[in-house]
């Protein structure tokens, strides 16, 4: 029963993640969650209390999968810029794949309307590229002029900044031919030797077919 409920309560979320990408937090009503879910009112509110706890689920489940992410691709078993490019790719996909993840950026960005305290964005990731940047330098691979701690909010600034254009665009179909030019400009800015950029580009997205490199 448990299992079922857990199943039950995660399409749940799925299907109106989607329509908040779709319609935003005002345009979407339980009703109409009802309606893709094929769910009663009664059934959602068992699982959540009103829309804004509903909200809330996933834009928390938006933040949770971010660490197994991190944790997959910048462990300690790559080269840290390696792993930081893989990252990016890996969150650049599932921006636009994840309805969850997709959903809890809507939300997010219609934080003001929601009646509920939702988790702070981008300070983890600021961090975590952070981490990154300076495992590389201990690795002997960030160029001495580089400060880790400006560095890693500069790239966070244009990774999100990217999204952004990318998904006005083209709904992000284009996203990552888009973040592998990004990174054609910055790898040679970051790295002791900066003609190693494009090797590093295809080391870190050897099975990619689709990605421009």
């Not at 300690?76 to 490019?85: K, W």
Request: glycine share 8%.
């Amino acid at each position: 029963m448990q299992a079922r409920a857990g199943a039950t309560r995660r399409s749940l979320m799925e299907t109106a993640a989607c329509l908040f990408h779709e319609r935003g937090f005002a345009g979407t009503s339980i009703s109409d969650i009802g309606n893709a879910s094929g769910l009663t009112s009664g059934a959602i509110y068992f699982h959540f209390s009103n829309k804004d706890a509903l909200a809330r689920a996933i834009v928390e489940a938006h933040f949770d999968a971010w660490p197994v992410l991190i944790e997959r691709h910048a462990g300690a078993g790559v080269p840290a810029v390696v792993g930081l490019v893989r990252l990016s790719f890996a969150v650049a996909r599932a921006f636009r794949d994840d309805p969850l993840v997709r959903g809890g950026a809507r939300l997010w960005s219609e934080r003001y309307g929601i009646d509920a305290t939702l988790p702070a964005p981008f300070v983890g990731w600021i961090a975590a590229v952070r981490a990154l940047l300076e495992r590389a330098r201990e690795e002997g691979e960030l160029a001495d002029r580089i400060d880790s701690a400006g560095a890693a909010k500069a790239i966070i600034h244009a990774f999100f900044g990217l999204h952004t254009v990318s998904d006005a665009l083209s709904g992000r179909a284009d996203i990552e031919n888009d973040l592998a030019d990004l990174w054609r400009l910055l790898l040679p800015a970051l790295l002791a030797e900066p003609d190693a950029a494009e090797d590093t580009l295809r080391l870190a997205l050897p099975a990619v077919d689709e990605v421009r490199v």
